[in-house]
């Protein structure tokens, strides 16, 4: 007999609700998408810098960083993917639960995935901003190196050469990396923020 029937959730007397009184904000996330070397991080960044300037409480999310801790210990299979990204959703929701703005930088490249991000924090919480991006431009880019390594098969399963990303369907924002400065991509991205968070 399984021992999570014994799992009992404390029903805490403050709530997301009193938390985000206390920060004078809703609190959301916020889900860039997009292969690797898109520049979501840049951006994730970039408008976390805005939210600040405007005394929005943040944190932002990133797959490096995460990878480098709490998922250190996941391969970069489908299953390792999906894994992945489960976990970060629910570490998410709990931002979320806080009252937090939490950006989530990540290639996240199945549609399922983002499904469950949203349907965890809820759709009224959740934004997904997907960082359109030629193959070409991102490889151009690769700071890291890492379509070099994909194309001369010693990176497996690398998604836009040996594994598909799945594009969002109905995003909220869609910024094209490959033909708008980072500058454009932000007003874009703040302009649709500033409506769901209510500042100016």
């Known amino acids: 007999m399984s021992e999570k029937k014994y799992i009992i959730p404390h029903d805490f007397k403050i709530t997301k609700e009193d938390?985000?009184?206390l920060n004078k904000h809703k609190a959301m996330l916020i889900w860039f998408t997009g292969i690797s070397g898109s520049g979501k991080s840049t951006l994730a960044s970039m408008a976390e810098h805005v939210l600040n300037e405007k005394?929005?409480?943040t944190y932002i999310l990133d797959g490096d960083n995460v990878r480098s801790g709490l998922n250190n210990?996941?391969?970069f299979s489908d299953?390792?993917?999906v894994e992945n990204i489960r976990r970060i959703a629910e570490v998410?929701?709990?931002f979320v639960d806080a009252g937090l703005v939490v950006m989530a930088s990540f290639i996240s490249p199945f549609k399922s995935e983002r499904a469950l991000a949203r349907d965890l924090v809820g759709k009224e919480n959740f934004v997904e901003i997907f960082v359109d991006c030629e193959i070409s431009t991102a490889e151009d880019r690769d700071v890291k190196g890492l379509y070099k390594k994909a194309r001369a098969g010693i990176i497996p399963n690398f998604t836009g050469i040996s594994s598909?990303?799945?594009k969002p369907e109905n995003p909220d924002v869609i910024v094209n990396s490959s033909t708008e400065t980072k500058?454009?991509?932000l007003e874009k991205i703040v302009e649709h923020l500033s409506a769901r968070l209510s500042f100016k």
């Open 164 to 166: 598909p990303y799945e």
């Open 79 to 81: 299953e390792g993917r």
């Open 92 to 94: 998410a929701r709990l």
């Open 55 to 57: 005394g929005i409480h």
């Open 183 to 185: 500058e454009e991509s």
């Open 19 to 21: 938390r985000e009184k």
């Open 73 to 75: 210990d996941l391969d």
